[in-house]
C-alpha cells in the first residue's frame, strides 16, 4: 500500500513511527503466537471431544429400553438417575464441541489469516517509512 509519508519532514518524525510500528507488530506476532497455540488445542481437544462425546451416546442409546425393563424399585431409580447423568454429560459435551470443534477452528484459522496480513500491512509501512527517512 502507499503511505502518504512525504508529510514526514524530520527524522525524528519517522524514528516515532517506526518504533510505533516495531511495537504494534510485535504485539501482533504475541497474537499469532497465541492463535497458533489456541490452534493446537483445538484439534487436540476437539478430538478427544468427539471421541468422548460418541462414548456417551453410545451408552446413552439403550438406557431407555433398559428403564422400560426394569421393575419398580431401586435398580430402575438408579438407571433413571444414570441416564439423567448421561443425558446431562452428552449436553455438556455438545455445547463444548462448539466452543473447540471444527467451527472453532475454522474462526481460528480466520484470525491466523487476518493477524498475518495485518503482519504483513506493518511491515510494508515500516518498510515505507524507512525509504523515506533515507531520503531525508
Not at 33 to 49: A, F, K, N, P
Not at 59 to 83: N, S
Amino acid at each position: 500500500m502507499n503511505y502518504n509519508v512525504g508529510s514526514l519532514t524530520t527524522v525524528a518524525d519517522c524514528d516515532a513511527l517506526l518504533a510505533m510500528a516495531a511495537k504494534e507488530k510485535e504485539n501482533l506476532l504475541y497474537r499469532r503466537l497465541l492463535l497458533e497455540h489456541s490452534q493446537t488445542i483445538y484439534s487436540t481437544t476437539g478430538v478427544e471431544l468427539t471421541a468422548e462425546l460418541q462414548s456417551v451416546t453410545t451408552d446413552l442409546e439403550p438406557m431407555a429400553d433398559k428403564i422400560a425393563g426394569l421393575p419398580e424399585g431401586r435398580d430402575k431409580r438408579d438407571a433413571i438417575a444414570k441416564q439423567k447423568k448421561l443425558e446431562w454429560r452428552q449436553a455438556m459435551l455438545t455445547n463444548k464441541k462448539y466452543d473447540y470443534g471444527s467451527l472453532a477452528q475454522v474462526e481460528n484459522q480466520l484470525e491466523l489469516f487476518r493477524n498475518q496480513q495485518d503482519i504483513e500491512a506493518m511491515d510494508d509501512f515500516a518498510a515505507s517509512i524507512t525509504a523515506h527517512k533515507a531520503t531525508l
